[in-house]
């Protein structure tokens, strides 16, 4: 493994609602799980991993 990457849950360092932040359309939020495109992470899974099992 070359390298490791880790996603910081937005809970640990966001207590409270920013009123002020950009926020996606309706749609776009719906699709996407959050309002906040600062607390959007994509999902990548790890393509190494044949699927079906072993």
Known sequence: ?????YVVPP????TFQPLDWP????????TRGTLWPNLYSPYSPNRSVQEGGA
């Not at 809970?11 to 966001?14: G, M, P, S, W």
């Open 1 to 5: 493994m070359l390298y490791r990457t």
């Open 11 to 14: 809970n640990q360092y966001i």
């Open 23 to 30: 926020q996606f359309s309706l749609q776009e939020a719906l």
